[in-house]
């Protein structure tokens, strides 16, 4: 079984053609299949055109949350109900190619527990986005405390080992390409290039990339606490270094007097950010200890034909028919 795990957070343009491109992308793999669509809180009418994709095709699963969770909460959902042996995660607004499905899935078969969609290219409009984002990779690999690759989203496939282990981690604040590293396994690398939205607007505020970012930042590396650390040292040295020298000077008290007061703010500037980061770190910590969830799934729609077909391949064909009445009352 190959479970493909896409957020939809009103797509009423692209749902349906995007199903379609994914169903002639998987129809030859061989396998069994299904899509699982997470709603992620939708106030166009994707949530009632992923109904009547399901009533005419069984390999559609959908997931209804309680509300919107965002990209990170919405994912955590499909992982814990996706029900196959490997589970691809994509966007569902073509800028992950359906047709590189075989690619991962050759990939898999071939070894790969792992296997992570790098982009050799960028289609966006936006230029901003086009520059910053490889700037953030590039900064990302250079401070983590651990390889993470370069220009790899969330478009990959894993293994069911990694999907386990992934879903049985208690932290909230997700930054899926370094949780898929830090599990290790066996890793295999597909090349595509990223394509722009086909249609509709972009989900993600510029904020809410920010705040994804930090956290990737916060959760895979120490350097910005060291750092805060060594450079509150050396201007603390800085500051005393230049009291004594004005103080010992021949200059006007004036001079000294402003001296002294630039020093004291450029140590109190220092001090602020250093809280900041501190607090991002702390902020976070707090959110664990809460312990709320990533996301509430308020319900789970599967075919009936895809209940059967599940039930009988685990337990025989007798027993699915009453798996399924009970799944149906």
């Known amino acids: 079984m190959i479970s493909v795990v896409v957020p939809i957070y009103n797509e009423e343009e692209l749902v349906v053609r995007f199903h379609e491109a994914v169903t002639n992308a ?10 699982v669509y997470v709603n992620d809180g939708s106030t166009d009418s994707s949530l009632e055109l992923l109904k009547q994709m399901q009533s005419l095709d069984s390999h559609v699963v959908i997931v209804e949350l309680s509300r919107n969770w965002g990209h990170m909460g919405a994912i955590s959902a499909g992982l814990a109900t996706a029900s196959g ?5 994509m966007d569902g607004d073509f800028q992950d190619p359906p047709e590189v499905l075989p690619q991962l899935i050759e990939a898999w078969r071939g070894g790969g527990e792992i296997v992570v969609a790098v982009r050799t290219s960028r289609q966006e409009q936006s230029k901003v986005l086009r520059t910053l984002f490889p700037l953030f ?8 405390d651990y390889p993470i690759p370069l220009d790899a989203g969330i478009f990959s496939l894993l293994d069911r080992r990694a999907v386990d282990t992934i879903n049985a981690m208690g932290e909230k604040n997700r930054y899926l390409p370094g949780l898929r590293a830090w599990v290790g396994y066996r890793n295999s690398v597909v090349y595509y290039e990223r394509q722009d939205r086909l249609a509709g607007d972009r989900k993600l505020s510029f904020l809410s990339r920010i705040k994804y970012a930090m956290d990737a930042v916060t959760s ?7 750092f805060t650390f060594a450079l509150g040292s050396f201007s603390g040295c800085m500051a005393f270094v230049l009291v004594i020298s004005m103080l010992l000077s021949k200059s006007s008290m004036t001079t000294v007097g402003l001296g002294i007061a630039a020093t004291v ?17 702390l902020g976070r910590v707090y959110d664990e200890v809460r312990s709320r969830p990533l996301s509430i799934i308020n319900n789970v729609h599967r075919s009936s034909a895809m209940l059967i077909t599940q039930a009988g391949n685990d337990m025989g064909q007798e027993e699915p028919e009453k798996i399924f009445r009970t799944e149906a009352a």
């Open 85 to 89: 042996d490997a589970v691809i995660l």
């Open 265 to 281: 703010f450029f140590v109190g500037g220092l001090m602020l950010v250093s809280m900041g980061v501190l607090g991002e770190y």
């Open 26 to 35: 998987l129809e030859n793999i061989g396998s069994e299949w299904e899509v």
């Open 137 to 144: 990779y590039r900064v990302l690999a250079t401070i983590a």
């Open 220 to 226: 895979f590396s120490y350097k910005p606490l060291r």
